[in-house]
């Protein structure tokens, strides 16, 4: 069964800074990988969704990798703001109709 | 920008009722979900419905769940006899293909007592 975990379980870091988020899996043949954001007692918010065949996905100040031989993952947020404080969360679908999310990473970005 | 809504968004049930969780998907999607979430646990997947019938589901999702698409817009999940386990955000999502990306509403956060 996959298994997908995220790394750090929390990270807390000045407005401005750089950071990574990290995702791994244990069987490498997915079908495509996305991260998502939760904020408190909301849904979920879909960020990037990485196809098997990428290697990487941007969008504004997000930037997504993958490399499935290895089994890994990696948000990259530049220039955090407030605003980004949230759980980032990583989900891959193994190509059955469902979804393997991890346990989240819960990011807080200090003004 | 469409979105996934969900109703209600707080339900509380004694043990052994039935409750409905109701969901409206993204109109031109076609491919339908239910998540769940245990407060501090990973979100997990319950089932996936596509072409008015069940197209995948998962282990937690046994004789006490069903779900439907009773009239072109709304989705719903049902939990005939509740079980203290079963209290969780219920989340309903959407895609417009097969293994797309997913469009999820705010939850339904259900307290069975």
């Not at chain 2, 009773?70 to 097969?98: H, V």
Request: hydrophobic share 35%; proline share 4%.
């Amino acid at each position: 069964k996959q298994e997908v975990t995220q790394i750090p379980a929390a990270l807390s870091v000045p407005e401005g800074e750089n950071l990574v988020l990290n995702c791994s899996f244990t069987d490498s043949a997915i079908y495509n990988l996305q991260w998502f954001r939760q904020d408190p007692g909301k849904g979920l918010t879909s960020l990037l969704l990485i196809q098997s065949s990428q290697r990487e996905q941007t969008s504004g100040r997000l930037n997504a990798s993958l490399d499935k031989s290895s089994g890994r993952s990696t948000l990259y947020i530049a220039a955090s703001q407030p605003g980004d404080s949230a759980t980032y969360l990583c989900a891959v679908s193994t190509g059955a109709n469902n979804l393997f999310f991890g346990t989240g990473t819960r990011l807080t970005v200090i003004p | 920008e469409p979105e996934v809504t969900q109703t209600p968004s707080h339900q509380v049930t004694q043990m052994g009722q039935e409750v409905i969780l109701r969901c409206v998907p993204i109109s031109n999607h076609l491919y339908f979900y239910w998540y769940r979430q245990i407060l501090g646990q990973k979100v997990e997947f319950l089932v996936s419905f596509y072409n008015n019938e069940i197209s995948e589901k998962s282990e937690i999702f046994d004789d006490q769940f069903s779900v439907e698409r009773p009239d072109g817009s709304n989705f719903t999940l049902k939990i005939r006899s509740t079980k203290l386990e079963d209290s969780a955000m219920y989340f309903c999502a959407s895609s417009g293909a097969a293994l797309g990306k997913l469009f999820f509403g705010s939850g339904t956060q259900l307290s069975v007592l």
